[in-house]
């Protein structure tokens, strides 16, 4: 068990050190929590923190440490084709849940507790439960029972992580797709809810929606302006 400890920590060190020169993430955490004796290792991840309308959408995905896809990467990093192709291959492969966090929810206990939120649920949906769970980030949800690594920039590390944001990704851009039809003029088919200067100009000259998160600055400057 020692030596396992080493590993994962040798492994999270070396991660660390030539993180600015990786291209791709690898299964390298993984591979040493395997080591150590877990068996179902769930990466963790959110998408939409910083939209200023929509759900936060999180997703946990526990890979089939035989067969994963290739490519799996930071979902910013691909294209919405490869995005798609690779949803679709996770699906089929492996194990995983996605959950949201409201609009009303970030509204009430803020963007970061939604989002650790959203990512809860998600670990929640998966049935056996995870017993390992690699965290995009530098924080740990409060109230996980699970044993957990938070990792810094672990989209780009873990494909575990990188797997988790692509499907969140993937629910939080239809989402938005869904929502732009009920609401036209924002853009959100193409901006995703983010700040663009098309959304910024519709939330003035068309006013906020129900989807709009009142607590960001942007929008509640328009709602409450003198």
């Given at each position: ?187 959100w088919e193409t ?8 959304h910024k100009e ?25």
């Amino acid at each position: 068990m020692v030596w396992a400890a080493l590993s994962f920590l040798l492994a999270v060190l070396r991660e660390t050190r030539f993180s600015k020169g990786m291209t791709m993430p690898n299964f390298e955490l993984e591979q040493a929590l395997l080591d150590m004796g877990h068996i179902r290792i769930a990466g963790v991840d959110e998408v939409g923190r910083g939209p200023l309308a929509g759900p936060v959408v999180a997703a946990a995905v526990i890979l089939n440490p035989k067969h994963f896809p290739d490519g799996l990467n930071d979902s910013k990093k691909l294209t919405a084709k490869r995005r798609a192709a690779l949803d679709a291959e996770i699906r089929d492969t492996a194990e995983f849940a996605v959950a949201e966090a409201s609009v009303a929810e970030i509204d009430e206990i803020n963007i970061l507790r939604a989002s650790h939120l959203a990512m809860m649920r998600a670990v929640e949906v998966l049935t056996p439960a995870p017993d390992f769970l690699l965290i995009d980030g530098n924080l740990i949800p409060q109230g996980l029972r699970i044993q957990s690594q938070a990792v810094v920039k672990g989209d780009a590390r873990s494909v575990s992580i990188a797997a988790a944001s692509i499907l969140a990704k993937n629910w939080r851009d239809q989402v938005m797709v869904d929502l732009a039809q009920q609401h036209p003029g924002y853009g959100w088919e193409t901006n995703a809810g983010y700040p663009s200067k098309q959304h910024k100009e519709a939330l003035r000259n068309l006013g906020v929606t129900p989807h709009h998160r009142r607590s960001f600055k942007p929008v509640h400057n328009i709602l409450y302006q003198e």
